[in-house]
């Protein structure tokens, strides 16, 4: 009875560990997702030829020159 106790709790950590890496990347999907937004949104402001509306950032505060976008909000 007990190696049954034990595998149940092993087959149950393993799910666990699934749930956590299943939403590690969907983590890792929106922030693809968010940076390859960005990289459009730059390459848009390079054509229309718009880099001296950026701002500049104070002190070590990156969020000020990032744009909002709802993929990135919570990961700031």
């Known amino acids: 009875?007990?190696?049954?106790?034990?595998?149940?709790?092993?087959?149950?950590?393993?799910?666990?560990?699934?749930?956590?890496?299943?939403?590690?990347?969907?983590k890792l999907d929106n922030i693809?997702?968010?940076?390859?937004?960005?990289y459009e949104d730059i390459?848009?402001?390079?054509?229309?030829?718009?880099?001296?509306?950026s701002p500049e950032p104070e002190g070590n505060n990156i969020t000020g020159i990032l744009p909002p976008h709802k993929n990135i909000k919570g990961y700031i």
């Open 1 to 26: 009875m007990k190696e049954e106790e034990f595998q149940k709790k092993v087959l149950n950590k393993f799910e666990e560990i699934g749930k956590k890496l299943k939403n590690i990347e969907e």
């Open 32 to 38: 693809e997702s968010a940076m390859n937004s960005m």
């Open 43 to 53: 390459e848009d402001e390079e054509y229309e030829g718009d880099d001296a509306s």
